[in-house]
């Protein structure tokens, strides 16, 4: 008598799916699966995703399969996992962007960079996901770890550690740096996030964000203090001001 073997298929902390025009990397303009992973351990001061980010956010336990068959059924061939922080379930991305790849499919990955560390058992995992990992959307808060402990609670070490070793590896980074005005939004500052993107080989596009007010409502609706009240979003000048300084040509 043959037994009968069941897998079963581990649930991950996904707060929405759902697909749209992609907007960014080589692939713009063609449709994808976003997928929003549940919780963040950074607390950035102008967060406009704070509902997904809070250890209370409410959440679906999904499967990667349930996310591959989205793939199937719509017949799409790109996906990004953002959130919250995607690398706090790594094992997900793991499983998915695995699949994804054998499939054929482009996998893109959003993230602050937070959780990386060298450290056991996080750097292997984290090394077998680069494998399957087509690009990577890196945000780059703030240069000066002071004034990034600030504006996220967190230091900015490791982040830059993991945009260092993404360089000697080769793997293709997007870097986005949202500018906040009497925060990251200063010349010297600016000047030295140039400077540091300049060290890196795998840089293919460096974007300018402008701190925006269309999160405040969200903060509001959680009961919690918005911390940037008072700060307008940059002007067009300052805008254009960083984006030259910040200029990347591969």
């Known amino acids: 008598m043959k037994m009968k073997i069941i897998v079963k298929e581990t649930n991950y902390k996904v707060v929405e799916i ?15 699966v ?15 995703t704070k509902w997904a980010n809070e250890a209370d956010a409410k959440f679906h336990w999904t499967s990667t399969e349930e996310i ?17 922080e995607p690398l706090l379930q790594i094992d997900f991305l793991i499983e998915l962007f695995r699949k994804a790849k054998e499939m054929g499919i482009h ?6 960079g937070n959780p990386y560390t060298e450290k056991e058992p996080f750097y292997s995992k984290w090394l077998e996901l680069m ?32 945009a260092e070793k993404l360089s000697d590896m080769g793997k293709p980074v997007w870097i986005r740096h949202v500018l906040v005005p009497e ?12 400077d540091f993107i300049h060290t890196l080989k ?7 964000l402008p701190y925006h007010t269309l999160g405040v409502f969200k903060w509001e609706n959680l009961g919690i203090p918005y911390q940037l009240e008072g700060i307008n979003p940059p002007s067009a000048e300052r805008i254009k001001n960083a984006e030259e300084i910040l200029a990347f040509s591969k």
Not at 18 to 32: C, D, K, M, P, V
Not at 183 to 194: K, V
Not at 202 to 208: L, T, W
């Open 202 to 208: 795998n840089v293919e596009r460096v974007e300018v």
């Open 131 to 162: 494998k399957y990992t087509d690009l990577i959307l890196l945000d780059i808060k703030h240069i000066d770890e002071q004034e990034h402990i600030k504006l996220t609670g967190q230091t900015n070490k490791n982040i830059l550690a993991m």
């Open 68 to 84: 591959l068959e989205l793939l199937r059924s719509m017949e799409i061939k790109n996906v990004t996992i953002t959130g919250g």
């Open 107 to 112: 996998t893109t990955l959003d993230t602050s």
């Open 18 to 32: 759902f697909s749209s025009i992609n907007g960014e990397g080589t692939r713009a303009g063609q449709l994808a």
């Open 183 to 194: 925060r990251s939004d200063r010349d010297d500052y600016l000047h030295r996030l140039a």
């Open 34 to 48: 976003f997928v929003r992973m549940q919780g963040c351990n950074l607390n950035c001061t102008y967060c406009d």
